[in-house]
C-alpha cells in the first residue's frame, strides 16, 4: 500500500478485561503515515494489530448448541433459536462470519504492508526482532479468521463445485476491484497453510524469558541477539499472543475441516494430514500421556479455582493450549444459573445429550450391557454428566442448594414454571462457577476465561482423523492410535475403569462404530463450547433431529419427544453467502439453496 492512497481511520478495539496482556491507549482518526511512526508512539500500529485479535470469534461464547440436537434456550430472542425454527436466511444469519473476518483480515493486511515502516524501539535489532514477530502474529490471524470464513460460508456453489470465499493478501483501496469471485474451496485451505508456514517461521514455539547462559536456547532464525534483545521482543510478556504452538494448533483444526465429508468426498490423504498435524500439536504437550496426567484440569478447567487464580502473564493451565484473557464478572452465571439461584436459566441441555453420556461401565445406555435403569436415570452415570449438566435432585451454588426440575415441583426451577424456567427439565452446569453468588444482598463475582483451543480438542480431533485414516488401531507414524486417545479420555473421565472399558474393547477393531463412539466423545467433552453447530454441518449428519426433555411427575420419568423441533434442510450444513454481498458482486456465486 502507498503512502497517501488510503486514509484509514482505525478505532482501537480493547481487548476485554485485558489484565493480562498488552493494553494499549486508545487512538482515534490516525492516518497510516509511516513518518509519524515514533517508538513511543508504536502503539497506535500494534493497535492495528489487536483489532485482528479482537474479531477472533472464538473470544466469546456462541451458545450455538441451541441450534442442535444438544440445547434449547429460554431465551425468545436468541438468534440460533430462530436459526433452527426456520428463521435461517442469507439475509437473516447468526452464523455470518463475513464482515468480522473480513474486516480482520483487512487490517492484518494493512498491518502486513506497514509492519516494517514502524520503528518499533530505538535498538534496531529489537526493532527488527518485533517486526519479524508481528508478521508472524498477522500472517497466523489472518489464517484463523480465514479458517471461520470457511467453516461459516464455504458449500457447494450452484455450479456444483465446492467453494471457498475470496481471497484477500493484500490491502483494498478505495481503486480496487471488489467484485471478486471466490476461491475453490482447496486453493483457501492452501493459502491459510501458506499463512501458517509464514507464521511458523517468524514466531517462537512459545513466549518465554531467558537467562544468561541460555543463550544456545535462541532459535537460529533470529540470528546473532542478545539475552535482552530476544527477550524484548519474545519474551513472557507475551504470552497470550499467537506464537508457534498456536499456529501449529490452528494448522490442525484447518486440516481436520478440509478432510470432513462434507468438504471432502473422497481424498484419504486429508484424513492422514489431519491426523499429523494434530499429533504434532500433542506430542508438543507430552503425546498421550497429558490426557492422563492432567486428570481434574482436563475436566473442570473452568472451575479450578487454584489454576484460575493463577493465571498471569498469558499463562495457561495444563489443559488449555490458547485462550481469552481472564475477567472478574458473574454474566454466565447470571444467564444460566436457574431461578432460584437468582439466575435465567438460558441453556437447556436436552434429553437427547443426556442420553448420550453412557453408564459409568462405558456401554452406551441402549445397550442391555449397561444397567442402565430408566427409573431412576442419573444414578451409575458417566461422572461427566452431573458435572456438566444439571439434573432434578443435583445441587447448585455457593450454598448447595437442591434443585427441583420437576414439572409438579413447587419452585420456579420447575419445567415451565416461569419464563426463566428449563424447558427441558436440565439446567447447564458445565463452565459455571458455584461459587459465584447471585443473590442481591450478597453477590460475587470470580474469575472467568474462555479457551480458544483445549487439547481435549486436538486430542479428538487426532482420534478422528486417525480412525479414518488408519483404522482404530492404526498409528501411521505416530506413537498412538485413535483407540489410544479414547481409552485416554474415557479413563480420565472414570469410564469403564471396574472392567476395562469392555464396551471400547469390544468395538475396538470397527471403523464404523469407532466413528460414531469418537463422535459421540467429542459431543459430550466439548459441549457448550460451541462445536456440535459446526461438527454436524462437517460430518455432513442429520440436522432435524428434535430436542427432547423430560417431564418428572410424582417421581416418574416421561420423556418430551419433541421440545423444539429443527427446520433445516440438507442444503443447510453449509452456510450461506450474505445476501447484501451477493447482490452488491456479481462475480460472488451464492451456495446451492439460498437465495
Given at each position: 500500500?502507498?503512502?497517501?492512497?488510503?486514509?484509514?481511520?482505525?478505532?482501537?478495539?480493547?481487548?476485554?478485561?485485558?489484565?493480562?496482556?498488552?493494553?494499549?491507549?486508545?487512538?482515534?482518526?490516525?492516518?497510516?503515515?509511516?513518518?509519524?511512526?515514533?517508538?513511543?508512539?508504536?502503539?497506535?500500529?500494534?493497535?492495528?494489530?489487536?483489532?485482528?485479535?479482537?474479531?477472533?470469534?472464538?473470544?466469546?461464547?456462541?451458545?450455538?448448541?441451541?441450534?442442535?440436537?444438544?440445547?434449547?434456550?429460554?431465551?425468545?430472542?436468541?438468534?440460533?433459536?430462530?436459526?433452527?425454527?426456520?428463521?435461517?436466511?442469507?439475509?437473516?444469519?447468526?452464523?455470518?462470519?463475513?464482515?468480522?473476518?473480513?474486516?480482520?483480515?483487512?487490517?492484518?493486511?494493512?498491518?502486513?504492508?506497514?509492519?516494517?515502516?514502524?520503528?518499533?524501539?530505538?535498538?534496531?535489532?529489537?526493532?527488527?526482532?518485533?517486526?519479524?514477530?508481528?508478521?508472524?502474529?498477522?500472517?497466523?490471524?489472518?489464517?484463523?479468521?480465514?479458517?471461520?470464513?470457511?467453516?461459516?460460508?464455504?458449500?457447494?456453489?450452484?455450479?456444483?463445485?465446492?467453494?471457498?470465499?475470496?481471497?484477500?493478501?493484500?490491502?483494498?483501496?478505495?481503486?480496487?476491484?471488489?467484485?471478486?469471485?471466490?476461491?475453490?474451496?482447496?486453493?483457501?485451505?492452501?493459502?491459510?497453510?501458506?499463512?501458517?508456514?509464514?507464521?511458523?517461521?517468524?514466531?517462537?514455539?512459545?513466549?518465554?524469558?531467558?537467562?544468561?547462559?541460555?543463550?544456545?536456547?535462541?532459535?537460529?532464525?533470529?540470528?546473532?541477539?542478545?539475552?535482552?534483545?530476544?527477550?524484548?521482543?519474545?519474551?513472557?510478556?507475551?504470552?497470550?499472543?499467537?506464537?508457534?504452538?498456536?499456529?501449529?494448533?490452528?494448522?490442525?483444526?484447518?486440516?481436520?475441516?478440509?478432510?470432513?465429508?462434507?468438504?471432502?468426498?473422497?481424498?484419504?490423504?486429508?484424513?492422514?494430514?489431519?491426523?499429523?498435524?494434530?499429533?504434532?500439536?500433542?506430542?508438543?504437550?507430552?503425546?498421550?500421556?497429558?490426557?492422563?496426567?492432567?486428570?481434574?484440569?482436563?475436566?473442570?478447567?473452568?472451575?479450578?479455582?487454584?489454576?484460575?487464580?493463577?493465571?498471569?502473564?498469558?499463562?495457561?493451565?495444563?489443559?488449555?493450549?490458547?485462550?481469552?484473557?481472564?475477567?472478574?464478572?458473574?454474566?454466565?452465571?447470571?444467564?444460566?444459573?436457574?431461578?432460584?439461584?437468582?439466575?435465567?436459566?438460558?441453556?437447556?441441555?436436552?434429553?437427547?445429550?443426556?442420553?448420550?453420556?453412557?453408564?459409568?461401565?462405558?456401554?452406551?445406555?441402549?445397550?442391555?450391557?449397561?444397567?442402565?435403569?430408566?427409573?431412576?436415570?442419573?444414578?451409575?452415570?458417566?461422572?461427566?454428566?452431573?458435572?456438566?449438566?444439571?439434573?432434578?435432585?443435583?445441587?447448585?451454588?455457593?450454598?448447595?442448594?437442591?434443585?427441583?426440575?420437576?414439572?409438579?415441583?413447587?419452585?420456579?426451577?420447575?419445567?415451565?414454571?416461569?419464563?426463566?424456567?428449563?424447558?427441558?427439565?436440565?439446567?447447564?452446569?458445565?463452565?459455571?462457577?458455584?461459587?459465584?453468588?447471585?443473590n442481591p444482598t450478597s453477590s460475587t463475582n470470580q474469575r472467568h476465561y474462555k479457551p480458544h483451543i483445549r487439547y481435549t480438542e486436538i486430542a479428538l480431533s487426532y482420534a478422528e482423523a486417525a480412525n479414518e485414516a488408519w483404522g482404530p488401531t492404526g498409528t501411521g507414524t505416530n506413537a498412538y492410535s485413535a483407540y489410544d486417545?479414547?481409552?485416554?479420555?474415557?479413563?480420565?473421565?472414570?469410564?469403564?475403569?471396574?472392567?476395562?472399558?469392555?464396551?471400547?474393547?469390544?468395538?475396538?477393531?470397527?471403523?464404523?462404530?469407532?466413528?460414531?463412539?469418537?463422535?459421540?466423545?467429542?459431543?459430550?467433552?466439548?459441549?457448550?463450547?460451541?462445536?456440535?453447530?459446526?461438527?454436524?454441518?462437517?460430518?455432513?449428519?442429520?440436522?432435524?433431529?428434535?430436542?427432547?426433555?423430560?417431564?418428572?411427575?410424582?417421581?416418574?420419568?416421561?420423556v418430551l419427544p419433541s421440545v423444539e423441533s429443527r427446520v433445516f434442510q440438507s442444503y443447510m450444513k453449509y452456510g450461506p453467502i450474505p445476501y447484501s454481498e451477493v447482490l452488491k458482486y456479481s462475480a460472488l456465486e451464492q451456495n446451492q439453496g439460498w437465495n
Amino acid at each position: 500500500m502507498n503512502k497517501g492512497i488510503l486514509k484509514f481511520l482505525a478505532c482501537i478495539l480493547l481487548l476485554t478485561s485485558c489484565q493480562d496482556l498488552i493494553e494499549p491507549a486508545q487512538e482515534n482518526n490516525r492516518q497510516l503515515d509511516p513518518n509519524a511512526y515514533l517508538p513511543s508512539d508504536s502503539r497506535f500500529p500494534f493497535g492495528i494489530l489487536l483489532n485482528g485479535y479482537n474479531r477472533i470469534p472464538s473470544n466469546s461464547w456462541s451458545f450455538n448448541d441451541v441450534a442442535t440436537d444438544d440445547a434449547v434456550t429460554n431465551d425468545q430472542n436468541n438468534g440460533y433459536l430462530k436459526m433452527a425454527t426456520g428463521q435461517w436466511t442469507a439475509n437473516n444469519n447468526p452464523a455470518n462470519q463475513w464482515t468480522n473476518c473480513y474486516a480482520g483480515i483487512q487490517y492484518m493486511n494493512i498491518m502486513l504492508g506497514e509492519v516494517d515502516k514502524v520503528k518499533w524501539v530505538n535498538d534496531p535489532v529489537a526493532s527488527k526482532l518485533f517486526a519479524m514477530r508481528i508478521k508472524g502474529e498477522a500472517f497466523g490471524i489472518r489464517a484463523l479468521l480465514m479458517y471461520h470464513l470457511l467453516q461459516a460460508h464455504a458449500g457447494v456453489g450452484k455450479g456444483g463445485n465446492m467453494l471457498g470465499v475470496p481471497i484477500l493478501t493484500k490491502t483494498q483501496t478505495t481503486s480496487d476491484n471488489f467484485n471478486l469471485p471466490r476461491a475453490s474451496f482447496d486453493d483457501c485451505i492452501k493459502q491459510i497453510y501458506t499463512d501458517l508456514d509464514s507464521a511458523d517461521v517468524r514466531l517462537p514455539l512459545d513466549y518465554q524469558n531467558l537467562v544468561s547462559g541460555q543463550e544456545s536456547q535462541i532459535p537460529t532464525k533470529y540470528g546473532t541477539v542478545t539475552i535482552e534483545q530476544y527477550n524484548r521482543a519474545f519474551g513472557v510478556t507475551f504470552s497470550g499472543l499467537l506464537s508457534g504452538r498456536i499456529a501449529k494448533a490452528i494448522r490442525a483444526k484447518v486440516a481436520l475441516l478440509a478432510a470432513s465429508p462434507a468438504f471432502n468426498p473422497n481424498n484419504a490423504n486429508k484424513w492422514v494430514d489431519a491426523a499429523n498435524y494434530s499429533a504434532q500439536v500433542l506430542n508438543l504437550n507430552g503425546g498421550i500421556n497429558a490426557i492422563t496426567s492432567n486428570v481434574a484440569s482436563g475436566l473442570t478447567w473452568y472451575s479450578n479455582t487454584a489454576e484460575i487464580a493463577a493465571l498471569k502473564d498469558g499463562a495457561n493451565p495444563p489443559e488449555i493450549l490458547w485462550r481469552n484473557n481472564w475477567g472478574e464478572n458473574r454474566d454466565l452465571e447470571q444467564a444460566n444459573f436457574p431461578p432460584t439461584l437468582f439466575g435465567n436459566g438460558r441453556i437447556n441441555p436436552t434429553q437427547n445429550l443426556v442420553d448420550a453420556f453412557p453408564t459409568v461401565n462405558g456401554y452406551p445406555i441402549s445397550d442391555p450391557s449397561s444397567g442402565f435403569n430408566p427409573n431412576d436415570p442419573y444414578s451409575n452415570r458417566d461422572p461427566r454428566l452431573k458435572m456438566f449438566i444439571l439434573v432434578n435432585g443435583a445441587t447448585a451454588g455457593v450454598n448447595n442448594t437442591a434443585i427441583n426440575t420437576a414439572a409438579d415441583g413447587t419452585t420456579n426451577d420447575g419445567l415451565n414454571k416461569v419464563a426463566t424456567s428449563t424447558r427441558t427439565g436440565y439446567y447447564m452446569r458445565k463452565l459455571l462457577r458455584q461459587d459465584v453468588n447471585l443473590n442481591p444482598t450478597s453477590s460475587t463475582n470470580q474469575r472467568h476465561y474462555k479457551p480458544h483451543i483445549r487439547y481435549t480438542e486436538i486430542a479428538l480431533s487426532y482420534a478422528e482423523a486417525a480412525n479414518e485414516a488408519w483404522g482404530p488401531t492404526g498409528t501411521g507414524t505416530n506413537a498412538y492410535s485413535a483407540y489410544d486417545i479414547l481409552r485416554a479420555i474415557r479413563r480420565r473421565a472414570g469410564i469403564g475403569l471396574a472392567n476395562n472399558d469392555a464396551y471400547l474393547e469390544s468395538i475396538k477393531n470397527n471403523k464404523e462404530q469407532m466413528r460414531q463412539l469418537i463422535r459421540n466423545e467429542r459431543r459430550l467433552e466439548l459441549c457448550f463450547e460451541g462445536f456440535r453447530f459446526w461438527d454436524l454441518r462437517r460430518w455432513d449428519a442429520n440436522l432435524t433431529e428434535a430436542a427432547k426433555g423430560v417431564s418428572i411427575r410424582s417421581g416418574a420419568y416421561t420423556v418430551l419427544p419433541s421440545v423444539e423441533s429443527r427446520v433445516f434442510q440438507s442444503y443447510m450444513k453449509y452456510g450461506p453467502i450474505p445476501y447484501s454481498e451477493v447482490l452488491k458482486y456479481s462475480a460472488l456465486e451464492q451456495n446451492q439453496g439460498w437465495n
